[in-house]
């Protein structure tokens, strides 16, 4: 049996990945979904002082004071800056690292420098018109093409995110390299020019399998079961 690190990404939390963690204990893993600091049930944490340093200590030390090992460490969107910083901090804990429509960053990248020029521009108004200046409202789900039937829980569920973990860079030392067994699955339904440059750069890298799965940008909710017998795939 595996162990897997579900890590979501911007303005989401742990609760995202309830169907695909129900289906990977039910085949007998262990299974992590924590919640990055300010978000979700930590939105009481929530400060200007949250950066993506923060969440990346935050999946880093889950991993070292849990004793984790051979693990699956997967990451949704933003949360695949988070699971390179964690990487690089801790990759000999580390069997496979699984992007979800994410981020793969390189040394000295923002999640900003990739963003499509429109929605940087958008974030940072929404920023000056109600974010007080440092937080950014969630987007609604219908935006990212969440299936109809579940727009309203994932709307219900999503709180405020801060600009620092958009805009903090992010300095790695090459540890990650290390891993070698890497997923990045594309959601086909999701227009993200971002997401599409990273599968261009990682179609025929050793050690990179790509794909695409047909549904919008939160594949955790369109498509569990499919990205569970990915996730399988990935701690074999």
């Known amino acids: 049996m595996a162990t897997f690190v579900l890590v979501h990404g911007a303005w989401h939390g742990g609760w995202c990945w309830r169907r695909v963690a129900d289906r990977l204990r039910a085949a007998g893993h262990d299974v992590f979904t924590p919640t990055l600091t300010g978000l979700a049930d930590r939105s009481h944490l929530l400060t200007p002082n949250v950066t993506l340093q923060t969440h990346v200590l935050d999946i880093a030390n889950l991993l070292e004071w849990e004793d984790l090992n051979d693990v699956v460490l997967c990451g949704h969107s933003y949360g695949g800056m988070v699971i390179t910083g964690a990487a690089d901090r801790q990759s000999e804990r580390i069997k496979s690292l ?109 050690g990179w399998t790509v794909s695409e799965m047909p549904c919008g940008h939160d594949i955790m909710v369109d498509m569990p079961e499919e990205l569970t017998a990915l996730l399988a795939e990935a701690g074999c």
């Open 98 to 206: 699984v992007y979800v429509d994410a981020f793969v960053p390189g040394d000295g990248e923002c999640a900003m420098d990739s963003r499509p020029p429109e929605r940087v521009k958008l974030a940072y108004e929404q920023v000056r018109t109600v974010g007080e200046g440092w937080w950014m409202p969630p987007t609604p789900a219908a935006s990212f093409r969440v299936n109809e039937a579940d727009q309203a829980w994932v709307d219900s569920k999503c709180t405020n995110f801060p600009i620092a973990c958009f805009t903090q860079r992010l300095y790695l030392t090459g540890a990650a390299d290390r891993v070698a067994s890497r997923y990045y699955v594309r959601a086909a339904g999701y227009k993200a020019p971002q997401f599409d440059a990273c599968v261009e750069r990682l179609a025929g890298v050793p």
